[in-house]
């Protein structure tokens, strides 16, 4: 692709970025799912054969991301989650016995159960998936329909958020 197709479907992307963002966070009622199938969109557009002229932009922006969002759902649909109900993840988060013993061990489990359970939904699900099922993170992505991006952002998230309970706690 030369230098000119490039420059001028990269501004095609520039113009309809934020349209297409606000059109996707409406049907996928996710703003990060929104960008990531923006991003694909776009990378979509880039590699359109360069012999075959874009007469439509616009049209075809919209085209490309809903095709993704198609495939999104239907990924979605073939991924049945594995319930995180509070029995698995109280199951996830036991000591080994011989801690078990010791007062301050069972007071750090609970603390480190009520800050994950402060998370949201999709956060949680991720950093449990990582932490203690050892999902890694392209299975999580996979698992959940969401980029690998997302799940280092979640798992980011989720990691300070229970450091910084327990740094309060020190």
Same mark, same amino acid.
């Given at each position: ?7 001028? /479907?990269?501004?095609? %992307? /520039?113009?309809y970025y934020d349209e297409l963002v606000r059109y996707l966070t409406v049907r996928l009622r996710s703003r990060d799912q929104a960008m990531d199938v923006a991003q694909?969109?776009?990378? /979509? ?12 932009p616009r049209a075809f922006l919209y085209r490309t991301a809903l095709n993704l969002t198609v495939d999104l759902f239907r990924r979605q649909q073939r991924h049945v989650? *594995?319930?995180?109900? *509070? ?16 007062? *301050?061990?069972?007071?750090?489990? #609970? ?12 956060? #949680?699900?991720? %950093?449990?998936?990582?932490? %203690? ?18 799940? *280092? ?11 910084? /309970? %327990?740094?309060?706690?020190?």
């Amino acid at each position: 692709m030369d230098n000119q197709l490039a420059a001028e /479907r990269f501004a095609l %992307f /520039r113009e309809y970025y934020d349209e297409l963002v606000r059109y996707l966070t409406v049907r996928l009622r996710s703003r990060d799912q929104a960008m990531d199938v923006a991003q694909e969109t776009f990378l /979509r557009v880039l590699t359109h054969e360069p012999s075959l002229p874009i007469n439509k932009p616009r049209a075809f922006l919209y085209r490309t991301a809903l095709n993704l969002t198609v495939d999104l759902f239907r990924r979605q649909q073939r991924h049945v989650e *594995e319930p995180l109900d *509070e029995e698995s993840i109280e199951a996830a988060l036991i000591v080994p016995a011989e801690q078990e013993a010791h007062t *301050e061990a069972k007071e750090q489990v #609970r603390l480190l159960y009520e800050a994950v359970m402060e998370l949201p939904t999709r956060c #949680r699900q991720v %950093f449990l998936l990582h932490k %203690f099922k050892d999902y890694s993170q392209a299975e999580i992505a996979s698992r959940l329909g969401i980029s690998i991006s997302m799940v *280092e952002k979640h798992v980011l998230k989720a990691t300070a958020f229970c450091r910084e /309970r %327990f740094k309060d706690l020190s």
